[in-house]
C-alpha cells in the first residue's frame, strides 16, 4: 500500500487502515475573515481609534477592508504618522514578539473592516498551520523591507520625491495588489506628518504633479501611473561590476 504524503493513517474497526486526508491550505483571508473563539470582526467608523498608544498588546489585528493609520506621539507631544496599512496587512504584530504595551495609535482614515485575533490563537495558528505561519512571516518580511526603504528614501531622497513615492504606495502601485488610484482622503498635513516636511511643500508639490497630469486633485487624489516615470530610478546607485 503506498501512504500519500502528510496523510494520516487511522485503523478503522475493520482492522483496516483508512488514510485521511491532509488540510487544505489556510487562505488567512477566508479563515480570518469567519468568526471563531478567540478572534472577531468589526466595522470600524472613520476617525475611529482601535487601540491607542499605551494600550496592553495582546492581540494581531488584520485589515479587510479600510485604510487606518499608525501615529506615534512624543512627550512633548508631537504627532507623527509612522505608517499607513490596508487590506490584506496585519498591525499590532509586535506583542508577538514580546511587546506588553502599544507604542503607537492606530485610527481609521475611511471605514474599515479589521479582525481582531487574540495573541494566544496567533500562536497556536503558528503551531497548527505552517501555511498561516508562513502568509504572516512574509508579512513581516514585507513590512520590514518597507521600513528600510523608508529609511533609505529619508536619507536620500528629496521631499518631493518622497511625496510621490509615498502617494504610489498608497495607491498599491508596486505590490501584488491591484493598484487602488482613487485614495481615501487624506489631508496634507498627514501626507506632510509621513514624509518629514511641511505642509506649504506639500501643497506646492501636489499642485506641481497636477499641473504635470501625475495626480487628479479635486477633494480626492487620484494618481496616475505616470507618476511612477519621477521614482523609477529613486534607488540608491549600486555599482555593477
Known amino acids: 500500500m503506498v501512504i500519500a504524503p502528510h496523510a494520516t493513517a487511522k485503523r478503522a474497526r475493520s482492522g483496516i487502515l483508512r488514510l485521511e486526508k491532509p488540510p487544505p491550505p489556510l487562505s488567512a483571508k477566508t479563515f480570518l475573515a469567519k468568526p471563531g473563539k478567540g478572534r472577531s470582526t ?8 482601535v487601540f491607542s498608544q499605551g494600550d496592553p498588546a495582546d492581540a494581531v489585528f488584520y485589515v479587510v477592508k479600510g485604510k487606518l493609520k499608525v501615529t506615534v506621539v512624543s512627550t512633548r507631544g508631537k504627532e507623527a504618522v509612522a505608517a499607513i496599512v490596508g487590506p490584506d496587512e496585519f498591525f499590532g504584530e509586535a506583542c508577538m514578539a514580546g511587546q506588553t504595551l502599544r507604542l503607537a495609535t492606530v485610527s481609521a482614515m475611511a471605514e474599515s473592516v479589521i479582525v481582531r485575533v487574540e495573541k494566544d490563537v496567533m500562536i497556536r495558528l503558528f503551531r497548527e498551520r505552517a501555511d498561516f505561519a508562513q502568509t504572516f512571516t512574509t508579512h513581516v518580511l514585507q513590512r520590514t523591507m518597507r521600513v528600510e526603504a523608508d529609511l533609505i528614501d529619508q536619507l536620500f531622497n528629496s521631499s ?3 511625496l510621490a513615492r509615498l502617494l504610489l504606495l498608497l495607491a498599491n502601485y508596486g505590490s501584488a495588489e491591484k493598484p487602488e488610484p482613487i ?5 496634507q498635513e498627514t501626507l506632510a506628518e509621513m514624509i518629514g516636511t511641511t505642509r506649504s511643500r506639500v501643497s506646492f508639490f501636489m499642485n506641481k504633479f497636477r499641473k504635470l497630469g501625475f495626480i487628479t486633485y479635486n477633494g480626492h487624489i487620484e494618481v496616475h501611473k ?3 516615470n519621477l521614482v523609477l530610478h529613486d534607488h540608491p546607485y549600486i555599482k555593477e561590476e
Open 183 to 187: 485614495l481615501a482622503k487624506i489631508s
Open 42 to 49: 468589526a466595522k470600524i467608523r472613520k476617525k475611529h481609534v
Open 160 to 162: 518631493e520625491r518622497r
Open 226 to 228: 505616470s507618476l511612477l
